[in-house]
């Protein structure tokens, strides 16, 4: 029997359910042991037998790893280990108890515009600590997401915001295993630039995280297309749809910053994760102190119209309480 259907010991994990599976890898809740009844819950990505003995999918498995190995900060997931288990590497994930971004706003559609400030300051706090990191010599690792998007945003019961899925980012220094010419990530989400298939740096994640929040404020995305050819040109070219919509739903403060974001060339953005962060931070942030218990309480409200099962009742084919989009899992996550 396999793993995915005995469960079982992985490693010096006890796997409790299978969340996930997909083209590359499949996703488990488990827990570390411990001695007197001690588990520590954790979340372990499994790289599926059949590619794991393929070097290029190994390398592109590693590299997640070795990436999420460099960071430590409060809204970043965070890589706790690495191993490999009858030939098949797996890679031990912080358990984030609550949902996705892209399932909350599935189920209400939009979200207060302080509340978008918070989770936009939150995710800028992460990108400003991922796109700063530096190796041993001081030199910047230059690591770039590529693919914010709602599906990647945890939210806990918490209240706590959490950026996930570097499955392919993508540093100064990393191998490439993309054709040149060609892309990664989604559509919707994608910078100019990325569309184009050209260089990236961490202006790209900064389009990105405002397309999201734009989506988040107003209920759509910024671009109006009706087909996935339109969608791209209006991408590439930067073409919004009209902002009265954004301007009247999330007020000219907030939209201003989200507009200088989405501007076509980087240059035209905010420098830095940190500079757009400062701009969010400016805009009014009245009842910042309950935003925590707000994100908590649309966690529940999700959970709730969901009708979600405790982790321990789930069968093992469904959903966790976080979206098994945690990652994509798909065979060209790099």
């Not at 995280?209 to 996935?228: C, H, I, K, R």
């Not at 040109?233 to 009209?242: H, Y």
Request: aromatic share 6%.
């Amino acid at each position: 029997m396999t793993l995915a259907t005995e469960l079982g010991m992985l490693g010096r994990y006890r796997l409790r359910s299978r969340l996930a599976s997909g083209g590359m890898a499949e996703l488990f809740l488990a827990v570390l042991p411990g001695a007197e009844g001690f588990e520590k819950p954790v979340v372990i990505k499994r790289m599926l037998p059949r590619l794991a003995a393929q070097e290029t999918y190994r390398q592109m498995f590693a590299q997640e790893a070795r990436l999420m190995a460099t960071f430590g900060h409060a809204h970043v997931v965070s890589a706790l280990d690495f191993g490999v288990e009858q030939d098949s590497p797996y890679l031990v994930l912080e358990y984030v108890d609550g949902v996705d971004l892209g399932r909350v706003l599935g189920a209400r559609r939009t979200l207060p515009p302080p509340l978008v400030r918070y989770v936009g300051l939150s995710l800028l706090h992460a990108l400003e600590h991922v796109h700063g990191l530096r190796d041993a010599r001081g030199e910047l690792l230059g690591i770039v997401h590529r693919d914010i998007s709602p599906a990647n945003v945890l939210l806990g019961r918490t209240g706590n915001v959490k950026l996930t899925d570097f499955g392919i980012a993508k540093g100064l220094r990393t191998p490439s295993h993309t054709a040149p010419g060609s892309t990664r990530g989604r559509l919707r989400y994608m910078s100019p630039e990325q569309v184009q298939g050209g260089p990236l740096d961490g202006r790209a994640d900064l389009f990105s995280l405002a397309v999201l929040l734009y989506e988040a404020v107003v209920g759509q995305g910024p671009f109006s297309a009706t087909n996935d050819a339109q969608l791209l040109l209006a991408v590439r070219d930067a073409r919004l749809a009209p902002t009265e919509d954004l301007r009247r739903t999330a007020g000219p403060a907030l939209a201003d910053v989200l507009l200088r974001a989405l501007r076509r060339h980087p240059s035209e953005r905010y420098a830095t994760a940190g500079e757009m962060a400062r701009a969010l931070a400016a805009v009014d942030g009245t009842g910042e102190s309950e935003q925590p218990w707000r994100v908590a309480e649309v966690v529940a409200d999700t959970l709730t119209s969901e009708g979600t099962a405790p982790a321990a009742s789930r069968g093992a084919g469904n959903r966790g309480p976080f979206s098994a989009a945690l990652l994509e899992l798909r065979e060209d996550d790099s």
